[in-house]
């Protein structure tokens, strides 16, 4: 399968991506966006659809309207209540899993 590499950028994805991938930075997955393929970030929100194994070096926040069909590992991890996640999930730093509501904007 097809694979990037992206340097120390800040990385949206609306559209839908299939392939690994390593981003140097950040990466942002909106509401309704998919990724098929594992991806792998220095730091990360997620409120789309990730169909692959997520691997964060430092904190990932993971939105209420999420779905993960793969295993999560990252330093530190934020959950909203609602988010769907099918698979293991490793806090590789020593705070635990923070879990919270989602404000919603009116």
């Known amino acids: ?8 950028h800040v ?6 991506l299939e392939g690994k991938g390593r981003i140097g930075g950040a990466i942002s997955i909106s509401v309704g966006a998919q990724w098929h393929g594992d991806v792998h970030a220095k730091s990360g929100v997620i409120a789309g ?13 993971i939105g209420a309207t999420a779905v993960i069909r793969g295993s999560i590992a990252a330093r530190s991890l934020a ?10 999930i490793a806090v590789t730093g020593p705070q635990p899993v923070v879990k919270f509501d989602e404000k919603r904007s009116a």
């Open 49 to 61: 659809e990730v169909i692959g194994n997520v691997t964060i070096d430092d904190k990932l926040e």
């Open 79 to 88: 959950i909203a209540n609602g988010a769907v996640i099918d698979g293991d």
């Open 11 to 16: 990385i949206v994805l609306s559209g839908s």
């Open 1 to 8: 399968s097809p694979s990037c590499r992206i340097g120390n």
